[in-house]
């Protein structure tokens, strides 16, 4: 790419005026949002990589960019043409390292960065806090102005005034005043229940809320409020001030509160955001049997012929991976209290799913036809509950070779939504059950394996999660999170099952011989997930002879559970379809 060379050369003409060694850019913004407005996107304005991590590191002989292996595949095609090389997390020397190595040379280079959007480790090797960016990007789009609105009680189930009460008994401190200030987006959506529209398929505004004991402000932009919003802050004691007010380095009379709980809270669902999931599953279930049925009669049609304007002859009838997206969304809308995607759809056909995070342009958009096999990953964003789904499917033939890693990986997914564990265990400590049959089979994946699930928020939230890295926070009650294990053949195919499950308490039949009520309290209290999506598994690529009856028999009551659950919703041509997709398999 011609830009990214010119662009690069004026980064550079730039460090030379500045003093300035080694440049750093991430791929951020000064809340640390996953997905982030057009304004922060100067990280996909330099290099072209369109993936949510990265890390640029420039210097006057080199430009790196370090990605993690979500985007090993496509970060190499994104950067085919450019200067920058590619570098992987966990395999390659990280950044922060290889930055430690060239300050601790004899030269003790200067490290630059924009420190407004550079957190953790990297932010304590910066020596010069610099803007490189907004002197080179003319055409720079501007912050948003999206107005926001008030969130309903009846979608959310407790108040904001709770909420902040809560957050202000967490934070106290005896011998000082306390203040919380929260720069993460879905934090301040979630605690002030306001939902906005600044960052795509994700309900937030820009914005910082500071939290204490005798002070509440929020600081935004004006030109977002409403008077409903005016009234509502007013009522529940929350002041404004400007966006570019935030005291982000500390305030007068106040100290800073070292950790935040919100994070925590909030994935703790309430009744009211759990029974908004089921909801908002059931409706995304309908939309779901709904486009899978159009696709298979869209597959399975004879080509039609047509004329074009130009009295040529043309084929109509051909289903695209963007066709797929266009229709996801036109089902999702039918249904009530939808509002948006959760995330940009994958429809990834044949070696495109081989890469995690592929998402179909123009360019790479993909005709379905032939043999093979389907991923898509998609979700919506309901007023009630927010999803995540990723189902495989198989079109024409499937090798036997498909058909084995579609089963190993759906034994996975199938060992983790039977999960019962002892209360206080960790994700990394159920992580294995996922693998553990690609193990033996000598395959994995690198991504994490559950993340959680924002309630009409961010599809990706934390702080729980699973995955083979250790993270420390323990699985409670009430976390909603994803159930996701994968494998991927480069070149050839992927495969991916996906459902979102609820974490809860597991019932023990104290009645079970050999079980008394004294054992089972010296054995303690267990947690089990409960899977809340609705959505069939496709049967047809399933390799029996690999599964064992107990497996065999999940597969067929999840089945039937969906299709008893979306039955009284559908017509009778989706419900007899849906019919056949659920019968159960010996």
């Known amino acids: 790419m ?23 850019m991430v791929n951020s913004d000064p809340h640390e949002s996953e997905y982030l407005t057009d304004y922060w996107k100067s990280v996909e304005w330099l290099s072209g990589f369109q993936g949510e991590v990265a890390t640029i590191v420039i210097t006057q002989e080199l430009a790196f960019l370090w990605t993690d292996s979500r985007f090993f595949i496509s970060g190499a095609e994104q950067l085919k043409g450019t200067p920058f090389v590619l570098k992987k997390l966990k395999i390659d020397e990280p950044p922060t390292e290889w930055i430690l190595e060239q300050k601790n040379q004899e030269s003790h280079p200067k490290v630059g960065g924009d420190l407004r959007v550079i957190f953790g480790e990297m932010r304590s090797l910066i020596d010069m806090d610099a803007d490189l960016i907004s002197g080179i990007w003319k055409k720079r789009p501007e912050l948003p102005k999206n107005k926001i609105e008030v969130y309903p009680l009846q979608y959310d189930g407790e108040k904001a005034e709770s909420k902040m009460q809560r957050i202000v008994e967490k934070i106290a401190d005896a011998s000082c005043k306390k203040a919380l200030l929260l720069t993460a987006l879905d934090d301040i959506a979630w605690t002030l229940n306001l939902r906005g529209s600044d960052v795509e398929c994700t309900p937030v505004f820009l914005s910082y809320l500071l939290i204490a004991e005798d002070k509440r402000v929020l600081y935004i932009d004006p030109d977002k409020l409403t008077d409903e919003v005016i009234n509502y802050l007013n009522i529940i004691h929350v002041e404004t001030a400007p966006y570019e007010a935030a005291p982000l380095h500390g305030l007068e009379g106040y100290t800073l ?15 009211t955001e759990i029974e908004g999931y089921r909801n908002a599953m059931l409706k995304d279930g309908i939309a779901l049997t709904r486009f899978y049925h159009w696709l298979e009669e869209e597959l399975n049609s004879e080509e039609e012929f047509m004329m074009n304007e130009d009295g040529t002859i043309g084929i109509s009838g051909e289903v695209s991976e963007l066709d797929c997206v266009k229709k996801l969304i036109e089902f999702r809308k039918e249904q009530p209290l939808y509002r948006e995607e959760s995330f940009p759809a994958i429809v990834a056909w044949r070696d495109h799913a081989a890469l995690p995070h592929y998402m179909p342009t123009e360019a790479s958009n993909s005709i379905i036809q032939g043999d093979g096999l389907l991923l ?16 495989t499917i198989g079109v024409g033939r499937v090798s036997a070779a498909m058909k084995r890693d579609f089963t190993l990986v759906l034994k996975g997914h199938i060992r983790l939504a039977q999960a019962v564990f002892p209360t206080g265990s960790r994700g990394d400590q159920l992580d294995a059950l996922a693998r553990i049959d690609l193990w033996r089979d000598g395959k994995t994946y690198r991504h994490g394996t559950c993340h959680g699930v924002g309630h009409y928020l961010a599809v990706h939230e934390g702080p729980e999660s699973v995955r083979m890295e250790h993270n420390p926070q323990q699985l409670l009650p009430g976390m909603v999170f994803s159930n996701e294990p994968a494998i991927y053949i480069q070149g050839k195919y992927g495969v991916r099952h996906e459902n979102c499950v609820l974490v809860r308490h597991f019932d023990v039949d104290i009645d079970a011989p050999g079980s008394t009520p004294c054992e089972q309290e010296e054995q303690g209290d267990f947690l ?28 067929n009551n999840y089945n039937q559970w969906v299709y008893s659950t979306l039955a009284p919703h559908l017509d009778e041509m989706d419900r007899l379809w849906l019919g056949v997709k659920c019968q159960p398999i010996q």
């Open 257 to 271: 509160a070292d950790a935040n709980p919100v994070p925590l809270m909030k994935a703790i669902k309430n009744k």
């Open 376 to 391: 898509i990953d998609t979700g919506g964003q309901y007023l009630d509950g927010t999803t995540d789904i990723t189902r």
């Open 528 to 555: 089990c997930l409960d899977t809340l999506t609705l959505c069939y598994i496709d049967t047809s690529c399933v390799d029996t002879r690999i599964m064992n009856e107990e497996e065999i028999e999940w597969l």
């Open 2 to 24: 011609i830009a990214s060379y010119a662009r690069l050369k004026k980064i550079r003409e730039a460090m030379q005026k500045q003093g300035i060694d080694i440049y750093v």
